[in-house]
């Protein structure tokens, strides 16, 4: 099943500067009207678009790639150190609930500020939260309550870099690539995320061992995370990006803003639809994917060092299936149904989920979780790119922000119960259950009658010249009762 493609649109006046067209003589015998389309691509393009696109992930992929190494180290102490199920999910509110509160603002400065320098200021808070924390613990002091309290920084600065990136993303690319840059970026971000988990499992291992296992075996990990945010903040200064809308020239207040965009998202009978699914995913799918550690070391125990081993190979399994997954989307799914893919990989993350549980060794395990990873992107990648179609530029930052609220919720939500129940009940029965509620569930959505008509308004939304017609198209298919 497929999509018509979307006409090439360009950016928003405020974005980029745009190219000049060209003036075109065109040969007997050549088809005018596709000359004609290829200069009115030309002048739609940002000037340089493809040397800013490779700075600005490039910066990003650099700094993500720090900041997985945090991630994976500080859970998989966690894991090792306390293997509790309630200790997870405190790392899991404290490490996602802030994001879903900072999101609320983060999203009405990305539409009123300069892009760039939102995520230039978040990756240079972050990193200075991770520099003081390892100057701390270099001290001797090591209370999980601290790591806690990073952990929240960490994801406060989320709230504010998250909706900012995705916004940005379509600003400084043409709409006809967006979809193949949107894949590409997974692509890189899943290669970066098969490099992590091994050099963290290295770092982590030899960490362990010289420090004993402490917490300061987590020093060397946040030393490479500054470095590589400095890195990323360099790259995206280089990146020239003008505000959609300048703050002192908006007619109404911060407040006035989020409430518009509330309202926007509320009578947006296709967006509710989309953010009730990624709830649905987060919660359901998402929330006991961070239980996976603590079942392997559990269920699979083979002492430490292989532990750390075993939580590095199951990362890595993740990854790759993610950059595979990635490529293939970007390479021969770019022009395929948006929903199509999206619903169809929201119920194999389902299926996954009940085979994870029934592993009988931890090989299958580790092939199960790298059958995940190949159907991330299959549903992120088309995710993000429909709602960058259907969601005008200066509303952008608002609805990514909304997107962040809805998974910085669900998540930590999620974990809370499942967190505890996972000390009183095998983590196996969990995500059997939760996989086999994911598929009724996600099934049940798509089978009423919201879910049919949000399939046609992928569609309708699709043949939309510009992000007006592609909402308001979208919108229309939702409510006309088709």
Do not use: C
């Not at 940002?46 to 992930?57: E, Q």
């Not at 002091?141 to 870099?161: E, H, K, M, N, P």
């Amino acid at each position: 099943m497929r999509d018509d493609d979307a006409p090439p649109r360009g950016d928003d006046d405020h974005g980029a500067s745009a190219q000049q067209a060209p003036s075109v003589e065109v040969p007997a015998g050549t088809d005018a009207a596709a000359v004609g389309g290829e200069a009115a691509n030309a002048a739609a393009d940002p000037a340089h678009w493809l040397r800013n696109v490779v700075l600005f992930l490039g910066g990003q992929t650099v700094s993500l790639f720090g900041s997985m190494l945090v991630q994976y180290t500080v859970f998989w102490y966690l894991t090792l150190t306390y293997q509790r199920g309630d200790i997870m999910a405190l790392a899991a509110v404290f490490g996602f609930l802030p994001q879903a509160i900072v999101s609320i603002f983060g999203g009405v400065w990305a539409d009123r500020h300069n892009r760039k320098y939102l995520i230039m200021a978040a990756d240079a808070a972050i990193a200075l939260t991770t520099l003081a924390l390892a100057v701390i613990m270099m001290t001797g002091y090591d209370g999980v309550w601290l790591i806690f309290l990073t952990l929240a920084i960490r994801s406060a600065g989320a709230g504010i870099q998250t909706p900012a990136v995705s916004a940005l993303i379509p600003q400084i690319t043409p709409a006809r690539n967006l979809m193949r840059i949107n894949g590409i970026n997974g692509s890189i971000q899943s290669a970066m995320a098969l490099l992590a988990p091994a050099a963290a499992g290295a770092v982590f291992a030899w960490a362990a061992t010289a420090w004993g296992g402490s917490a300061a075996s987590l020093i060397p990990i946040f030393f490479i995370d500054v470095v590589t945010a400095a890195i990323g903040i360099l790259l995206l200064a280089f990146v020239p990006v003008a505000a959609v809308r300048r703050a002192a020239d908006a007619p109404t207040g911060y407040f006035a803003d989020l409430v518009e965009g509330v309202r926007y998202v509320a009578h947006h009978a296709f967006l509710r639809w989309l953010l009730a699914l990624f709830a649905i995913i987060f919660l359901l799918t998402v929330a006991p994917s961070n239980l996976t550690p603590l079942m392997l070391v559990r269920s699979f125990d083979a002492g430490e060092q292989q532990n750390i081993t075993n939580l590095a190979v199951l990362e890595i399994a993740f990854s790759v299936g993610m950059m595979l997954g990635g490529i293939v989307v970007a390479s021969f799914f770019a022009k395929r149904s948006r929903i199509g893919m999206i619903v169809t990989s929201a119920l194999v993350f389902g299926l996954l989920a009940v085979g994870m549980g029934l592993s009988p060794n931890v090989w299958v395990f580790f092939a199960f979780m790298f059958l995940v990873g190949l159907a991330v992107p299959f549903f992120s990648t088309p995710s993000f790119t429909l709602l960058q179609e259907t969601v005008e530029p200066e509303r952008q930052g608002r609805v990514f922000g909304f997107v962040g609220i809805v998974m910085a919720v669900a998540m930590p939500l999620g974990m809370s119960v499942l967190g505890p129940l996972a000390d009183v009940v095998a983590i196996e029965v969990l995500l059997v259950a939760t996989g086999i509620l994911t598929f009724v569930v996600v099934a049940a959505a798509v089978g009423l009658p919201v879910g049919r008509r949000a399939v046609q308004a992928a569609r309708d939304a699709s043949r939309a010249e510009d992000p007006v017609a592609a909402a308001a198209a979208a919108d229309v298919a939702m409510h006309d009762g088709r």
